[in-house]
T-cell receptor, first 113, second 115 residues
Framework: AQTVTQSQPEMSVQEAETVTLSCTYD???????LFWYKQPPSRQMILVIR??????QNATENRFSVNFQKAAKSFSLKISDSQLGDAAMYFC??????????FGTGTRLKVLA | GAVVSQHPSRVICKSGTSVKIECRSL??????MFWYRQFPKQSLMLMAT?????????EQGVEKDKFLINHASLTLSTLTVTSAHPEDSSFYIC???????????FGEGSRLTVL
């Protein structure tokens, strides 16, 4: 069975500091994608970053980067220079097959001014 | 990026009535849309996969007669909560994928409150 685990229900970070959100997953698929989605208080979820499993290079999107450890099935998200607007629920997700998504339970990120 | 819009964003209804929620892909065609339910401070639970022109595929434990899904066109899927009860109160979110990237585009969500 495919699973996605986020072991941190809640995290806090000081504005301008760096925070890392953890995610582990399990899948029997050889081809899959991993995602981090952000759900702000307005509730519409948006994509933060995507990683193709076949790519060794870690994905980066501006202040957001991932540490993808395929052998360890780990996919953490690093947010640098945290901003107040980064406060949200963050969901890690895996995708394979016909849009078969598995979401983690989420990590609530608080950004302290 | 692609845009998915949901309507209404909030709805309050009486127990026993039916409520329809619409999900539209505004700038792309979506042969497949997904309906999720989200409980407070919890993750998204996939309810069903909506397929244009065919019956929806429901996840285990989801009552198909309770949650009617219709995907009549390439840009519109609807979720109808029939004979709603207070336990159906929740946040319902639709999404659609575009291309082979795996990325999902989400609607704004619909908060249903059944009195």
């Amino acid at each position: 069975a495919q699973t996605v685990t986020q072991s941190q229900p809640e995290m806090s970070v000081q504005e301008a500091e760096t925070v890392t959100l953890s995610c582990t997953y399990d899948t029997s698929e050889s081809d899959y994608y991993l995602f981090w989605y952000k759900q702000p208080p307005s509730r519409q979820m948006i994509l933060v970053i995507r990683q193709e499993a076949y790519k060794q290079q870690n994905a980066t999107e501006n202040r957001f980067s991932v540490n993808f450890q395929k052998a360890a099935k780990s996919f953490s998200l690093k947010i640098s220079d945290s901003q107040l607007g980064d406060a949200a629920m963050y969901f890690c997700a895996s995708f394979s097959g016909t849009y078969k998504y598995i979401f983690g339970t989420g990590t609530r990120l608080k950004v302290l001014a | 990026g692609a845009v998915v819009s949901q309507h209404p964003s909030r709805v309050i209804c009486k127990s026993g009535t039916s409520v329809k929620i619409e999900c539209r892909s505004l700038d792309f065609q979506a042969t497949t849309m997904f309906w999720y339910r989200q409980f407070p401070k919890q993750s998204l639970m996939l309810m069903a996969t909506s397929n244009e022109g065919s019956k929806a595929t429901y996840e285990q434990g989801v009552e198909k007669d309770k949650f009617l899904i219709n995907h009549a066109s390439l840009t519109l899927s609807t979720l109808t909560v029939t004979s709603a009860h207070p336990e159906d109160s929740s946040f319902y979110i639709c999404s659609a994928g575009l291309g082979d990237t795996g990325e999902l585009f989400f609607g704004e969500g619909s908060r249903l409150t059944v009195l």
